[in-house]
Structure formats: structure tokens, C-alpha cells
């Protein structure tokens, strides 16, 4: 019933699951499949005659702000006031922390990655549904290439006799969670085969097999299914003939500073990284090699597979929202919050989360174990932010005071 109010109390669907990820983790369960959100302390209850409505969009993505961003660090005095905002939040919890603004950059850590070893800025941990956003911005590369269209049914792009009903849904409709299928099977039951089997290995039918055969139309609103990115994973696989981790590095991974942006299990973590609540360095083999464990990796895939560190996910956001990784007018598409409210391509309206005129846009991530993440661009100011936890932790207001601090 305390989740059923929580749901209640939320402002969209997709924060109504991003709340119940948070409960489930911090209650000791299983993993959520959904990402975990709260409403951050600058969301207003009710917008301002000036403010910009939630379903307006920015008139053009401002990509030249974030061109222009450099690599001097912040002052000192900054910086002290950040590692401040973060140590004052972590509740006992280890946490990471990326900026990149017009002030400089930092980076920041608090608490303990592994047993006694205290967390580092450059620990890696994975990024769960933060994925999506990569896995959207090589989708649109494809788009820009002619190789796929937005326009495109998928079942037309799927590998022949995957035996999957897709019900005449486009590309388009599960870039934006608006295909109307049903939810995979460990996500509806918050997958305590993944927990119980941390090393199984799950195969793409084994997956698939656990959707249910009900089907709906194609919706208007956004409706979270993880589904949609699997698919997608397979779309990007089939029409490259190479596996999705190799087109990822080959295409929107491609350049300096994203090696640590990994996809599991084709590529594994390493040294530095974070163990779930500090747990022993050990845990890792017990997993079978991937974070959260080898049985998430391969039952998210591209939903949900990904890892990384703070400092290369706001690089790799920088780079996004500079233009850099997709096209200015593919950002544009991904982030055009008039034509599909709250959720574009792969990229959340997140201006309700901290302030209508923030600009605020980007994605969060839960994986089992409780680790949580949140990676915005503020086009405002032309600010990026990344807070990661190995723990259950409300990331999304760590960004909050991270943001408000280095703009002021």
C-alpha cells in the first residue's frame, strides 16, 4: 500500500516508477526494472505565469553552450562548496559526482566504494537505464546514416523468425516508451531470479519468453516498458550485422575519454570500481563478472547494461548535448517535448525535477543491489551534472544542490 501512495503522489507515470524503484531498494528487495526518481527541492508546485508549461518545448537545443565548455577546474572556493553539498547528502551512502559548467569542471566522491576503501571519482558502477540514452543517441546516428528511419516498423528491422508480435509499432514508438507492449516478466515481478541467479546468463528468447502475449495500440503518453530498448538493441545489431557493444564503440563511443563507458558483459569493469553498499572487492567474481551482476546485464541489455564512471558519463552528456555524438537536429528530435511530452528519445524532460526554466533534460538509472544514477544537462546555463551512488540514494536531488550551487 506505501508504494501504491507513492505512486499515487507522483506527477507522471514515469515518476511514479521511478519512486517505486527507490522503495523496492531501499526495502531491501529485489531489483526494479524502473528508474528511480524523486521530486527535487526547486520543483514548484504549480509553474509560474512565465515559466514555460511541462509539455513546451526549448526553441532549438542551445548545443553551442555546451561546445563552448572547457577544462579549466572550478576555484577553490567552488569546489569546496560542491564536495560540501556532497558529503552533507550521502547519508553513510558512497557517491561520485561529475560538473561540467561555465564556472570549470569538478569532480567529487564521498564515502566508501569497497569495505574500508574510500570511493573515488573515477569509480566505475553501472548506469542501468542511463543506457538508453546511448543506446537512442546510436539509434539516431543510424537514422542520420539512412541505415534506419524513425518512421520505420520494427518489425521490418528485427532478425527474421524472432517469433516477437511487435504489433505494428515504429521505431519512433520505442525510442519514446510509447509502443503499448507489455513489460518483461523479471520486471514485473522485480526479477528475483537475478538476485537468487546473479550468474545466469540470460539469452535474448529466455527474455522474450517472459513477455506476456497481451497487446496494446500505441499510446500518446509515455509509458515505461524496458522492452522497447531490447528491441532496439536488436534493430542496431541486425542492421549492422555486429554486436551492440561493437557498434556502440565504433559509433557513439567513439574518441577520447569514453573507455570507461562500458557495455556488459561484452565488456567488463575495471579497477577503480564500486561494490553495492561497500560490499567486499570479492563480490564481483560472485556476480559472474558484470555490475550489478552478470544476470542484469544480460537480462536489461540495451535497456540496461551499461557502466560507467561520473567524470566520462558528463563528458559523454557534454558531448551529446554540444552536438558532437548526434547531430543538432537529431538532439533536437530526441528532445522535442511538444510533439511527445515527458519523454523524447531516449532523453526525459526533467524540468519539473528542478525548476521550470532550468532547461533541465537527461535520464536516471536503478539496478538491483541499490545502485542509483542521474546524468542531466541543464541547457540554461549550459551546465552538465552526474551523481552516481552504490547505494539506494535520491541522486536526483544531489544533482539538484550540485546545479543550484555552481550556478549561482
Known sequence: MAAEAMRASMRSQYRRLMALTLIV???GCAPASNDTKAVGAGDPSVPSATSPSPSESVEGFPTELFADLGEEPVSDALAAELQKALDASANGHGLTAAVISPEGNWNGATGFAAEDRAMVPNDQMPIAHITQTIVAAQVMQLVETGNLSLDDLAADRLPPGLGFDTSG?????LLSHRSG???TLHARHWGKRLTTDPQHAWTIDELLGTVGPERGPVVTNFEYRGINYVLLGLIVEHDTGRSLADVLRDGVLKGDGSDRLIYQPD???TDPMAMPAGASGDTLNEVGGSLPSLAFATAYKAEGAMAADSPSLARWFRGLCAGEVVSAPSLNEMTDFTKRPEYGLGLADERGEYSWDSGAVGHTGSAQDGYTSAAQCFQQQGIVVVVMANAAHDVDTV?????RAVST
Open 25 to 27: 531498494a531501499l526495502a
Open 169 to 173: 509499432v515504429s521505431i519512433a514508438d
Open 181 to 183: 507492449l507489455p513489460e
Open 267 to 269: 565488456e567488463r569493469p
Open 399 to 403: 544533482v539538484g544542490d550540485l546545479w
